[in-house]
């Protein structure tokens, strides 16, 4: 059984890309392996600064995860804020990470520059640093991410292979583990980007929660290209490619394969927009009701809580040994 780690910020709504890219990927291999999954709030508060927002979005999101298909009795389902052993290890990260590094990360250029005048928090530059002890307090093997994760899963490598080196054998190395279709999910307005919560607008971005009918919508004003052949290429036609992405993704057959089923590109998008509101109308019941019964959801995650720090606590103290701390 392979330990497998992943997480995801209570940033708002759960998105087509979140899922597609990860989440579906949590719950196949929930079965297989011992799989720990955070709802990662100190992640959040980067870029939150309003009281109470936070935990609203953690309940929801963790209503989200078990609606889509995580399993409380397998998976390992826990708030980071809970679990005080991630900012504990992502101090001693951050003194194992350097500027130079933190600085190459596109993550951070992207989301710096999105805020622009706004404030930007020392925080999100250091992100990654806690990234990197979300991930190595818990020994993992496999992190099942979008591709947009690669780099952080790369510099949580970089930093444990020099805590190893400077300090003896402590970490585990990690690696990023991406679906074969799904792994980048693009905005359907804007296909170059990826779908993301902080899009311009919300037209190019498919919720879990949107109604079928907002979403078949969303899909037919899918920005395409002016030629009318359809044809899997993700350089010259990045809209087409991105629908035969999300169709593969949902059905299984290879983007190639379900170009040569098509010729017209109105029926591409009525498919691609039936099929994914298809595949989310059983998420979005299991979440009603999963939703109405908060107190439920407090006790699975005080257990996931509980299980996290077991693990967490025994590595940092392998780490504190490591470093040679004077002890207490
Ligand atoms: P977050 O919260 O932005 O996204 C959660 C997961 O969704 C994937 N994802 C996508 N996949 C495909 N297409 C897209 N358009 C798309 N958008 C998002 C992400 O790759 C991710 O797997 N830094 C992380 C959270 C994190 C984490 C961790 C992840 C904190 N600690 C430890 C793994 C391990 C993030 O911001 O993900």
Known sequence: MARVLSCIQPTGDVHLGNYLGALRNWVSGQHANDVFHGIVDLHALTITDKPGVLGKNTVELAAMLFAVGLDPEVATVFVQSHVPEHSQLGWIMECTVSFGELSRMTQFKD???????????AGLFTYPALQAADILLYDAAEVPVGDDQRQHIEITRDIAVRFNHRFGDTFFLPKAVTPPA????????????????SSETDAGCVYLLDAPSAIEKKFKRAVTD?????????????????????????????????????TQYGAL?????????????????????????KAELGRLLRIGAEKAGTVAQATLARAHDAIGFYPR
């Open 111 to 121: 989301k710096s520059a999105k805020r622009e005048a706004d404030f930007v928090s």
């Open 182 to 197: 799904g792994a980048r999910v693009m905005d359907l307005l804007d296909p170059t980007s990826k779908m993301s919560k």
């Open 226 to 262: 002016s030629e009318n052949e359809v044809r899997y290429d993700r350089e010259a036609k990045p809209g087409i490619a991105n629908l035969l992405d999300i169709l593969s993704a949902v059905t299984g057959t290879s983007p190639q394969q379900l170009a040569d089923q098509y």
């Open 269 to 293: 998008k009525s498919d691609c927009g039936a099929a994914v509101a298809a595949m989310l109308t059983p998420i979005q019941s299991r979440y009603t009701e999963l939703m109405n019964d």
